[in-house]
């Protein structure tokens, strides 16, 4: 069934201690990307934040160390695994994995949609004018014409 | 703020007849457009938000009855202006302004984001949030 599976993109952030010391981090970041290589995925991306403010209080903290990495894989127990690692160690207080590829494709579908009707729409325009005049008022066609012009270029 | 009516009805200009109007924004969520001209039947749907006092009911002539008071500026949807296509929870300063002071997300009617926007939106915000990144509620 994984062999079927596309390639799926994950947003992985994790939170350390503030006062973690950066050598624990890195230690961290190469054990999520050694199991990640382990179990045929890819980093695509590997991001230190630093301590940023937290929004609310995390295991009393009101600071954490941010690190946000980009992950590929096919393979959706490396997701499990790379959650169970954070779990484990100590310095980190907060994790969180986001399965991300389908809204990337929806945001490339609809970039393509709307470049093919902002190609299509000149052409439209042109032809759609006329047929907007025989409308239900008979009496206001008269009036209209002038308008629809300035109405169109709003 | 309690008693904002929901849909955002808000004729930009009185001028523009109701006969073509309606059709060049009707992907817009389609305001119910109080007419000026005829169709007193169509003039009480609109007014179902119900104004202050209520003048959509009155029994002036049609032409008067849609002149307001007040006017509305119409809201617009601050990401179909820019085009966005996918709402990034990591950006904690574009979703600021749409979460009150205290945590809450900000209605619709409030913001004049598109609902699927809306949707989106409500969505990254929880995300941010469960990653500390957004609070679900400040503390005292």
Redesign the interface.
Known sequence: MDANMDERVYDLIFICRPATPEDEVNKIVTTLEHSTGELGGKIEKTERWGTRRLAYRVAKHREGFFVYMVVKSTHGDLIKELERRLKVSDAVIKYQTIRLDEELKRQQKLGKHRERRAGRRPRKQAPGAPPQQPVPAAAAPQQQQPQVPAASAE | MSDQPAPPAAPETPS??P???P??EGHTGGPPRRSE??GGGQRREGGGPGGPGGPGGGPGGPRRGGKRQYFRKKKVCRFCVE?V??ID??KVEMLQPFVQERGKILPRRMTGTCSRHQRWLGEAIK?A????????AT?L
């Open positions: 523009p007849s006969s073509h109007a059709r060049a001209g005829h085009h296509d996918f929870y990591k995300r949030r469960n990653i500390a990144l957004l609070p679900f503390e």
